[in-house]
């Protein structure tokens, strides 16, 4: 099974849905560490792609994520409107004109706009960033694209759940990165919530191909 435009559109339909129901979550985690706006930043952000994909649906998935990337740079404040802004149009660039996606370019996909956000962001791994999150996803993927039988929806599968462990070892990091790191030592206990909202997306990536 490849991955088409069909996919995408549900893929980011699920990711909005994922930002509306985690909205509270999101922002109980930024009040933490932050300013308390990623939760509303990120539901209104995916609102409005959603928006988007009605008023001119793409035609390929690369073309589905170019949308995404010029909404969420003009709809979503702070930090997070840049970096995932950057991430979405890394990837449709990786991704070009192709209608369907393959294992490895779903990887390559994924690299790519990881890649974006550590150029945009400066930070690396260990930072407690939700660079923690999308760098375990890549590594995750691209071992499965290599090791496994073709099946993309594995792929998929092994990134969310590497993002998903990813967000969860940010829990005792000491933030260097961002406002968190304002906090100093303070910062450790809590899950980043860029880290977490990247896990909800890449999760939301399985949900549209199952």
Do not use: C
């Amino acid at each position: 099974m490849g991955l088409d435009v069909t996919w995408a559109v549900k893929w980011l339909t699920l990711s909005a849905q994922a930002m509306a129901e985690h909205r509270v979550e999101l922002i109980e985690l930024d009040r933490a560490i932050g300013d308390s706006d990623h939760g509303e930043n990120m539901d209104r952000g995916f609102q409005a792609v959603l928006d988007k994909l009605a008023e001119a649906p793409p035609q390929t998935p690369g073309a589905a994520l170019k949308l995404t990337a010029m909404t969420l740079m003009s709809k979503v404040g702070g930090a997070a409107g840049p970096l995932y802004g950057t991430a979405f149009l890394r990837a449709a660039t990786s991704l070009g004109d192709a209608s369907e996606i393959d294992p490895a370019a779903w990887a390559g996909a994924l690299a790519a706009a990881r890649d974006g956000i550590v150029a945009r962001g400066k930070a690396e791994s260990g930072d407690k960033t939700m660079v923690d999150a999308w760098t375990p996803a890549v590594d995750a993927a691209r071992k499965a694209a290599t090791d496994g039988n073709g099946d993309v929806l594995t792929v998929l599968v092994a990134a969310a759940e590497a993002a998903e462990a990813g967000a969860v070892a940010t829990d005792p990091m000491v933030a260097r990165k961002g406002r968190a790191s304002y906090l100093g030592e303070r910062s450790a206990g809590h899950r980043d919530p860029g880290a977490a909202s990247s896990a909800l997306i890449l999760r939301a990536a399985v949900g549209a191909a199952a």
